[in-house]
């Protein structure tokens, strides 16, 4: 069995690196070398070798990361040895929400990376309703505040055995007002997804849906690890455009 670095290190080789150098051609294309995107990513001391990488492609720089990690402990050590913004320390799910301003302040991102599984994963019921409900909040304000002409956002987590209700994702998302948007449709997407395949089919769908809801589009690919200590790590992303 693969260790859950090397199949990261193939995630970030095949998917994500490819899709960040792109959006920067496509966003940035005057600057050929040494872009400088604003990102915002989840990450820690321990794991930041995958932020280095990034850097060395030379679309961002360490001045222009803004890192989130889910512990004082976590925050105070990334604070004294790396030249970066630490946005919060603790879960992001269970505060972003009512903290949404100091995220705000330092909007528009060039690059939105939500690393779920880069935080303590917990065994806790409706993880990945919770996770994609905040993700909603912070389209909402990026959407808000966006000047370019879009950005590129990466979503990644665990599948684990736990069910992933779309009827509560609809719940959540639909208390969140958007003029002229009717409510997300879940009809089409599995109503309690148990299974890998369906868990990504009601992502997919629902990932579509809020970009549409919030005036952006963009072609989202993913990709699905092989199982790893009982869970997969699935990542969706894309390159996101303002719709006008």
């Known amino acids: 069995m693969a260790s859950i670095e090397a199949i990261r290190s193939e995630f970030l ?6 899709l960040l150098i792109e959006g920067g051609k496509q966003f940035y294309p005057n600057q050929r070398k040494n872009k400088k995107m604003k990102m915002f990513v989840f990450t820690d001391e321990e794991v930041y ?32 040895l790396r030249p970066i913004a630490v946005l919060g320390s603790s879960r992001f799910e269970d ?21 779920f599984s880069r935080q303590v994963l917990q065994q806790e019921p409706d993880r990945l309703e919770k996770e994609i409900g905040c993700i909603e909040h912070v389209l909402r304000a990026q ?29 959540s998302s639909d208390r969140v007002h ?4 009717s409510g997300l449709s879940v009809t089409a997407l599995p ?23 919030h ?8 990709k699905i690890s ?7 790590l699935y990542s969706i992303c894309g390159i996101i455009l303002r719709r006008v």
Request: charge should be negative; proline fraction near 2%; hydrophobic fraction near 40%.
């Open 13 to 18: 080789t095949d998917l994500w690196l490819p």
């Open 49 to 80: 070798g995958e932020v280095s990488e990034i850097i060395s492609s030379r679309i961002t720089c360490e001045e222009k990361v803004y890192a989130w990690t889910d512990t004082l402990i976590k925050a105070s050590r990334l604070q004294t």
């Open 95 to 115: 505060t972003v929400i009512e903290n949404i301003e100091s995220l705000l302040e330092c909007m528009p991102f060039d690059i939105v990376i939500f690393d």
């Open 143 to 171: 959407r808000t505040v966006i000047i370019n002409e879009g950005f590129v956002f990466l979503y990644t987590t665990f599948l684990d055995n736990q069910t992933l209700s779309c009827g509560k994702i609809k719940q």
């Open 178 to 181: 958007v003029d002229e948007w």
């Open 191 to 213: 109503t309690n997804a148990n299974l890998d395949e369906e868990k990504m089919t009601a992502i997919r769908g629902i990932i579509s849906q809020l970009l549409l809801k």
């Open 215 to 222: 005036k952006c589009k963009g072609n989202l690919s993913d």
């Open 226 to 232: 092989a199982n790893w200590d009982g869970k997969k």
